[in-house]
């Protein structure tokens, strides 16, 4: 008798894979398909829809054949955030790039549009600071590109990932985003739980060209024949991939936290309060809505693992982040060294995108294994900083769970505790995201038993540094951050409120 399980596909920026989660919460199969990220420009970050539809068509195939005595029941996701895609509601084909959620082309824009008024009207509806990584600015400019091209507004769609993959994966049927990935694009109104008109205007986004909004463990209609994809699964569960880590961490409560590591991280924690954290520079975001919604306080750096991977390119080393690592743990210390991967600016918790990647402390003495030992303390130091920013909000944090790439290095992890001066819990599996998100679709068919009998093993790395060479450390960081970025940094160092 075949075994039901939750197919999961879990779209991120530098692949896509598909696993297969039983009703007890265990990965049974898996699979993935690379998709490129393209440059075409300084601070620039695009990907080819199509390019990620046929990696999601790889990864299930390729995951299906590992698991002929399994039979999928449903399908669900999770994805990248804060990428925006346009598409033709006819064809459901892509009619422009993908624009990441990295890039800061539209930096110009939100800085015209960033009034005092109108950043504190986007503060207080969306949670959100007013930045290029939300997608209002890019979604703009996306559809302005594609309707100045000659397209029928009346079939044009803007909208997250998820939403281009659930209407692909529903043969055009249904266009919808999940609450988490709306919460995510400076238009969606956390109070109300809806598309906020207002700020569709104030942004350019017509209100006609965006998908409907469902609850994260909704309807998000039926697979239809054709390719990989099997035929008559419901969709069951759509979450932002931080969302769906979040709660792949079991994190329900305030004060228990997660980061995951990917090409950038985001550090998330429950709050019980959906209004903004007055004098900080954390957002607040939905963690996700089911039958009720559930707040968080977030904070997301632009650079973590594309730290490692470009600073190893530069040190000439042959795998990229891994090698890095690596080369990292052979130093006792970084030697003064700071780099700061300020490579399209810096987000939470300092907010300037004028920041410019510096390495600050060489001296003659100074090795490779120095530089890789700073590129990896420069993960933690990112991570602490908007860990440090949400107690100051108001918000205790007790531990982090950890999830991603980084997290199944134990190095790295030790560094992370050492610096944040919190124990690191680090999963069992490093897939939350789609564990996460197939939890959330399980419970919410009423099979949640099975999942509270396999609980999550973790192992658990406690701060080793003293305390003193810890406060030492991150007053170094400080320093490079000061000689990385300009008034807006130093203004956060000093506790001041941003203008």
């Not at 509601?89 to 800061?104: E, H, I, K, Y």
Request: aromatic share 4%.
């Amino acid at each position: 008798m075949a075994v039901p399980a939750y197919l999961a596909l879990d779209e991120g920026t530098t692949n896509t894979k598909a696993l297969l989660v039983d009703l007890t919460g265990r990965v049974v199969a898996a699979a993935s398909a690379a998709v490129e990220l393209v440059n075409p420009a300084p601070a620039h970050f695009e990907q080819d829809a199509e390019q990620i539809w046929s990696a999601t068509e790889q990864a299930i195939t390729r995951c299906l054949a590992q698991a002929v005595d399994v039979e999928p029941v449903a399908l669900v996701i999770s994805n990248q955030r804060e990428s925006v895609v346009a598409w033709s509601r006819a064809t459901g084909r892509a009619l422009g790039p993908v624009v990441g959620w990295q890039d800061g082309r539209t930096a110009e824009s939100c800085a015209r549009i960033a009034t005092p008024e109108t950043s504190a009207l986007v503060a207080a509806r969306t949670g959100l600071h007013l930045d290029p990584m939300y997608s209002a600015t890019k979604m703009a400019w996306l559809y302005s590109s594609v309707i100045d091209g000659g397209h029928d507004p009346a079939d044009v769609v803007v909208g997250t990932v998820d939403a281009f993959l659930v209407s692909r994966l529903t043969g055009g049927a249904t266009v919808r985003c999940d609450a988490t990935n709306a919460s995510r694009t400076l238009l969606y109104n956390l109070h109300d739980l809806a598309w906020d008109e207002e700020l569709c205007d104030l942004f350019g986004v017509p209100l006609a060209a965006l998908p409907e909004v469902e609850r994260s463990d909704g309807d998000f209609g039926v697979t239809v024949a054709g390719g990989a994809v099997p035929a008559g699964l419901p969709v069951a569960g759509v979450l932002g991939d931080s969302h769906a880590a979040l709660y792949g961490q079991e994190c329900h409560r305030p004060g228990l936290g997660k980061v995951t590591y990917g090409t950038g991280s985001s550090v998330m924690v429950p709050t019980p309060r959906s209004a903004p954290a007055h004098g900080t520079t954390v957002d607040t975001t939905l963690a996700w809505l089911s039958d009720k919604p559930l707040y968080a306080r977030e904070g997301n750096v632009l650079a973590t693992g594309a730290a490692l991977e470009t600073m190893g390119s530069i040190l000439g080393l042959p795998s990229g982040g891994s090698a890095l690592a690596a080369l990292a743990a052979s130093a006792d210390s970084s030697g003064g060294v700071q780099v700061v991967p300020a490579f399209s600016g810096l987000a939470a918790p300092h907010w300037d995108r004028s920041a410019v990647g510096v390495v600050t402390g060489v001296r003659r003495d100074t090795g490779a294994a120095h530089v890789a030992r700073a590129t990896v303390e420069s993960m933690a130091h990112q991570v602490s900083d908007i860990v440090e920013e949400i107690e100051r909000s108001g918000d205790a944090v007790e531990a982090l769970r950890a999830d991603g790439g980084a997290s199944v290095n134990p190095f790295v992890m030790q560094v992370q505790a050492d610096l944040i001066g919190k124990p690191v819990h680090v999963a069992g599996t490093a897939e939350l995201s789609a564990v996460g998100v197939a939890k959330l679709a399980i419970r919410a068919a009423g099979g949640g038993a099975g999942l509270d009998a396999n609980p999550t093993s973790y192992t658990v790395y406690e701060p080793q540094l003293p305390a003193d060479r810890r406060i030492e450390a991150r007053a170094q960081w400080r320093e490079a951050l000061d000689r990385s970025g300009g008034r807006a940094v130093r203004r956060a160092h000093r506790g001041e409120e941003y203008a």
